[in-house]
């Protein structure tokens, strides 16, 4: 089976239905977390999210609607979006995100929303990737979280590299190499394009691919600002940062 990695959707309407639409009905889903936060349509990206999800993992922005975790560590941008969130999200729907774990592991791979073990860490560079890896066996780690879209790859020797996907772009899972693929964001890209970010990965011919898709960003910036969010939050959606 081909999966669908999808992360950061914090909300976002437009973007996830554009995502979808690229997403193949017998394709898988994993879903690395951040559903909610942002973004003005939580409860409709959580009810498309559910529908066809094959495994998800939860996000500092899901955390912290469910029960308020870790709101210290929110810019007052994001918790304001997070308690207008808490005021509009469905019983039924938190109850759903509080039943999700943190992490998932098959023996091909391990999602995480950040970065094994510390789950909400930022890799921002090769030292945190080597961090990263040092933290599991996984010889494959999906992660989002910095809404970059990008991937590192560790040698047998210990050498890392690294490359960004800001255009999209594809990877050929070599043997011996250990891979720790950043899927972008979906609603919320931070790497100067603002089309939505997703990652297809597939196990049989070993690659991941990522794609880049187009959706309609003045929609999404009107229903924040009907939604009275902070206008940054809109803004930042045109430039991808």
Not at 161 to 185: F, I, K, P, W
Request: net charge negative; hydrophobic share 45%; aromatic share 10%.
């Amino acid at each position: 089976m081909r999966f669908a990695i999808v992360s950061d959707i914090h909300g976002n309407l437009e973007a996830l239905t554009a995502v979808f639409e690229r997403i193949a009905p017998d394709d898988g889903l994993l879903c690395l977390g951040d559903v909610v936060g942002y973004g003005p349509n939580p409860n409709e990206c959580l009810a498309l999210v559910r529908e066809r999800v094959t495994g998800m993992v939860l996000g500092n922005h899901d955390v912290g609607a469910i029960d308020s975790h870790g709101l210290a560590y929110f810019n007052p941008n994001a918790r304001a979006a997070i308690d207008w969130t808490q005021r509009v999200l469905e019983p039924d729907h938190v109850a759903w995100l509080d039943a999700q774990s943190y992490e998932l592991r098959t023996k091909d791979y391990l999602l995480v929303h950040g970065a094994p073990v510390e789950y909400f860490t930022y890799i921002l560079d090769k030292p945190a990737a080597a961090r990263a890896f040092a933290a599991t066996d996984a010889p494959l780690i999906f992660v989002g979280h910095t809404h970059v879209a990008e991937y590192y790859a560790l040698a047998p020797d210990g050498a890392i590299a690294h490359a960004h996907r800001q255009r999209g772009g594809r990877l050929e899972l070599e043997a011996g190499m250990r891979y720790l693929v950043n899927v972008g964001s979906v609603g919320q890209p931070r790497d100067l394009n603002p089309d939505a970010s997703f990652a297809f990965y597939d196990p049989g011919a070993r690659t991941v691919v990522w794609e880049r898709v187009p959706y309609e960003i003045a929609r999404t910036q009107e229903k924040i600002g009907a939604a009275h969010l902070p206008e940054a939050l809109a803004r930042r959606l045109t430039v991808g940062r």
